[in-house]
């Protein structure tokens, strides 16, 4: 029993690998460039220190040729790595590497903290010459460079001119400068200056790592490509790398394929190849977005190809109205314009809704139609205009498709109906009433003598209404 615990809590104790990890690298930032996630603090020294968030990255000065070109880099913990590259194999200028939270540093050879773990920090090995005969440490018996020293931003000088320069602060003796918290318009090249000559320059570059990605893949047609893409809620600010991870078999892999970015609609999209044996095969699916400033992966999506199925809206979509009928309209459409030719066996059926343009949803009709595309609607309102809409969906697999496009139609209406009430309207509105009658004369009717009232004038009026009511009467 005591055996059997002991296994037990070894098997507890030991780390578990997850399928993501060392599948999804960060992007490695080219050599001499800093890469920070706004918010982060930088200090910069002309003497080539660099600090970020408090934590110290040293840069190693190179030997020369006859020099050994290993170096040790000491981690966080204490430790040396030892690894084989330029730098100096004196201890007192061995520089330490410590991690930050929100850093990405590189050089011409990354060394990484922790086997068992993403590489948080690389080495960064900006541009840097010693200042000879100055005192940059306020060490006496030296010469002082307070005004001879200051620093660039994209070759304006810090605190000068009209730039938003908050929160950038330099030292005393202006061999410092700080960031107290670094924006996404903070990023460009920083340079120290000693008597208009450069003793350091680096690049830094502020970017939001990517968001955690939302995978999304669909089918148009049962013989079409699998497209997977994702679309960030915000712009990047740098260029990713997307790749997604494909697994079709438990027993199986997950296998890497190469997707590619639209700078134009901020999207990744990956294409997977369409195999009708593996139509009902279970798919798993990752997405890995990375770039200089961080990386990240989606939750695994479990599908099957056809349970995937989302056909493009029907097209050309035609509403046109049924003579002689003042409620009925026929709606025409056609397959979806990326329907392959070779799936129609495979049944589609079809969703219509419509309503009274300006009307609430509540009015809003919604019909199923199957085995045909077209269909009569029948309960119109004369002369009253509609929006009229059509979707689709395979018969047993698959989700809807969009809406397709609005097109509007309204029904038949009498011609012969409609002139009688024109010329009505138009004798109405030539009819001439003398000036004293109505609630604007300033005489009252009253004061008005009787013999200037035309009893003619006032017959032919009735006469006019009922002659055009009969009308009406008789058309109906």
Known sequence: MCRFLSLLWVLCAMPVSSIFQGTCLKKEAPPGMLVLSPGSSLVLSCDGDVRVDG???????????????????????????????????????????????????????????????????????????????EDVDGSEGRRDVKGKTKWKWNGKTVGRGRWDWDGFTTGRRRTQLSVTSVRL???????????????????????????????????????????????PQKPLTLRPSCYLFINKRRSDRFHRVQCSFSSQWSRCWCVLEHNEDELRTRHMAYLCVTNMAGNATSTILPFFPLNILKPDPPSAVSVRQEMGHETRMTVNWAFPASWKSQDNYYELIYEL???????????????????????????????????????????????????????????????????????????????????????????????????SISPVAMVSHHILWISCSFAILAVI
């Open 55 to 133: 934590a110290k990255v040293k840069v190693a000065k190179h030997p020369s040729n006859d020099e050994d070109s290993s170096s040790e880099t000491q981690t966080s913990n204490g430790a040396f790595i030892k690894t084989d590259r330029n730098s100096l194999t004196d201890k007192s200028q061995e520089e330490g590497v410590e991690s930050a939270g929100h850093a990405s540093l590189s050089s011409s050879s990354s060394t990484s903290l922790s086997s068992s773990s993403f590489p948080r920090h690389q080495e960064v090995q900006p541009t840097s010459t010693p200042l000879k005969g």
């Open 185 to 231: 318009k903070d990023s460009g090249n920083y340079t120290c200056q000693h008597r208009d000559r450069e003793t350091f320059s680096l690049k830094v570059i502020v970017a939001d790592p990517p968001e955690v990605p939302s995978l999304s893949c669909s089918k148009r047609s049962p013989s079409s490509k699998i497209r997977c893409d994702w679309t």
């Open 353 to 451: 809704k419509y309503q009274a343009v300006g009307s609430s949803s509540s009015s809003m009709q919604l019909m199923l139609i199957k085995g045909r595309r077209f269909f009569t609607i029948t309960d119109a309102m004369p002369g009253v205009e509609y929006m009229i809409q059509v979707r689709t969906q395979d018969e047993y697999d698959g989700l809807w498709s969009n809406w397709s496009a609005p097109v509007y139609g309204s029904s038949w209406t009498d011609s012969r109906t409609q002139e009688p009430m024109a010329l009505l309207n138009e004798d109405l509105m030539t009819i001439t009433f003398p000036e004293y009658e109505g609630s604007g004369t300033d005489v009252p009717s009253e004061a008005l003598p009787e013999s």
